[in-house]
């Protein structure tokens, strides 16, 4: 179930940095405050890459990259080759305790279930280009051939139900998706039930597809990409106690400045103007005429009203929860990482 604690921790300083901080006792000597992360700047991470292969192609990597996130093989050499190389190490770990655990109990030799791997963080910071890249390189190993990617975004209440609960201009908060059919799912999953289904979303549309199903049947590794995945169990009486991170073996949580991604998501929504926005049936057809003053500063309004308030109240509280922490610059490079200590 990965690392996860169900705690709720409020107003602490971050445990991310390796370097403990220091604090005055009572008595005058100075205590320091552990982390349970081992960080990595960006030169000591990119020093771990020739461990291991490097098995894409520049045409791979633009054919994936998201919409205003940037990247590039340097990139991927230096962040993303050691990245796959750990997580082999995690998933073959998982292997062997598995196989030894069936020896031990006697249980007859099943299929393994699928390796399950989270990714968080705000709206416009780049979580699908991290899940596609990630898909695309694990699934290059030999040993992993089949790589699955899911995003919460289908597990959104249709627009009707939002509507109907006074929600819609809460989407992408916590609420607003149907969280006990992404715990049934992703435990269908952990379960090794054959074809699980998850419901597809239409960022044109702006809506849940009817009908539409993504097929997950028995994979290797499944990614799961979403902005609160990270969120801990909800304890009010009668709810179900289990959070959607208890299925997970490995979380990453991608981090980067507010003001950074406020600029980022200006840039994605000038590009989806002229994109997305402009076809018949977009939802957000009525921006596509808008100057570029007019769109820039909708897009800060839009940003300001929900995506900040989301992520400083429900996305960035959950960052410690996550296996791996990857902090990016201005630029959409990874400056650094911090991974918890086993």
């Not at 009817?210 to 979403?226: C, H």
Request: charged share 25%.
């Amino acid at each position: 179930m990965g690392h996860n604690r169900d705690v709720t921790i409020t107003e602490r300083p971050s445990i991310i940095p390796a370097t403990a901080s220091s604090a005055q006792s009572h008595s005058g000597t100075t205590r320091t405050s552990p982390s349970p992360y081992t960080r990595f700047d960006r030169a000591e991470w990119d020093r771990l890459a020739d461990r291991t292969a490097l098995p894409l192609t520049q045409e791979d990597i633009n054919r994936i990259a998201s919409l205003g996130d940037p990247i590039d093989m340097s990139e991927v050499d230096a962040i993303y080759r050691p990245l796959s190389a750990l997580l082999q190490l995690y998933i073959d770990g998982r292997r062997r305790t598995a196989a030894e655990r069936h020896s031990f109990l006697g249980e007859p030799k099943a299929c393994s279930t699928p390796f399950v791997i989270g990714i968080a963080g705000s709206v416009a910071v780049g979580k699908s280009t991290v899940a596609r890249l990630l898909q695309l390189l694990l699934s290059r190993w030999d040993s992993t051939p089949r790589v699955d990617l899911v995003t919460t975004d289908g597990f959104l209440f249709p627009n009707r139900v939002l509507q109907e609960r006074s929600l819609i201009a809460r989407k992408g908060f916590p609420e607003s998706y149907d969280r006990l059919a992404l715990i049934w799912f992703l435990a269908s999953v952990k379960a090794g039930v054959p074809h699980a289904k998850a419901p597809v979303y239409s960022h044109v549309t702006y809506d849940v597809v009817p009908g539409a199903y993504v097929d997950v049947d028995r994979p290797d590794i499944l990614i799961v990409e979403g902005l609160n995945v990270l969120q801990p169990p909800r304890l009010a009486p009668g709810s179900v106690s289990v959070a959607v991170s208890d299925y997970f073996d490995f979380s990453i949580y991608v981090d980067a400045d507010e003001k950074h991604i406020e600029q980022w998501y200006v840039d994605r929504f000038l590009k989806l103007r002229a994109t997305a926005f402009s076809r018949e049936d977009s939802y957000f057809r009525t921006y596509a005429s808008l100057t570029d003053a007019e769109a820039a500063s909708t897009a800060r309004m839009v940003w300001n009203a929900i995506n900040l308030p989301n992520l400083r109240d429900n996305i960035r509280p959950t960052r410690e929860r996550a296996t791996l922490v990857f902090t990016k610059g201005a630029d959409h490079r990874v400056e650094s990482l911090a991974i918890r200590k086993d």
